[in-house]
């Protein structure tokens, strides 16, 4: 069973002389939404919602496999989220798992020091080469009953939070400008699903 990011993104405010975390995801109406339906009103255009699961080890310690080092298990809920990602978790009602957060300076931080991710998995003769030679095979697998699949360890540059982070910076930058002063005030709040 696959398993999947529900990504939420907060920029801190100055909201009637109070600091608060408010939602700036960009929402659609939903065209299918009816009154008192199981449907939602607006449906998320999320910054990030791809499956990576060398990305989802990074982030919370899920699907890690190859074990990599993550920025830190999940913290749960922040305490201050905005009303609208609360409801969104709400919704889940137990089936979202590994809930944590991360501001844009600890994502910063970690990947000035950690530019390094570790891969693992069955490839056949040509990802193996690639891999001797440095590159990343087209493709890999944990299991399967194919024969002749050979099971390798390899290192890469950290692409995979560095591509995870332009993509928020170019969601943030979309309405805001972050200076490395103010990577402080926005965030990430997320958990998965299987």
């Known amino acids: 069973m696959g398993c999947d990011i529900h990504l939420f ?12 975390w408010v939602n700036v995801d960009n929402w659609k ?13 607006y449906n998320l255009n999320s910054a990030y919602r791809h499956r ?19 920025i830190s298990e999940p913290k749960g809920l922040p305490e201050d989220i905005s009303e609208v990602v609360k409801a969104e ?3 889940w009602n137990g089936d979202g798992h590994s809930h944590s957060f991360f501001t844009m300076k600890e994502l910063y931080d970690y990947y000035e020091q950690n530019n390094i991710v570790k ?9 193996a080469k690639e891999i001797e030679a440095g590159k990343m095979p087209n493709w890999w697998c944990k299991e399967s009953n194919e024969k ?10 950290n692409y995979v939070l ?33």
């Not at 907060?10 to 600091?19: A, F, L, M």
């Not at 002749?148 to 540059?157: A, D, M, P, T």
């Open 9 to 20: 993104t907060e920029r801190k405010r100055s909201i009637n002389n109070e600091q608060k």
């Open 29 to 41: 109406l939903n065209p299918y939404y009816k009154e008192n339906d199981e449907e939602s009103k």
């Open 52 to 70: 990576n699961y060398a990305l989802f080890s990074i982030l919370a310690d899920v699907r890690n496999s190859s074990k990599n080092k993550p």
């Open 89 to 91: 978790s709400d919704k």
């Open 119 to 127: 891969f693992s998995g069955l490839v056949d003769e040509n990802g």
């Open 148 to 157: 002749g699949l050979i099971w390798k360890e390899w290192q890469q540059e």
């Open 162 to 194: 560095k591509n995870f982070i332009e993509a928020l910076e170019r969601h943030f930058e979309s309405e805001y400008y972050i200076k490395e002063k103010d990577s402080e005030k926005f965030r990430i709040v997320f958990w998965f699903d299987n």
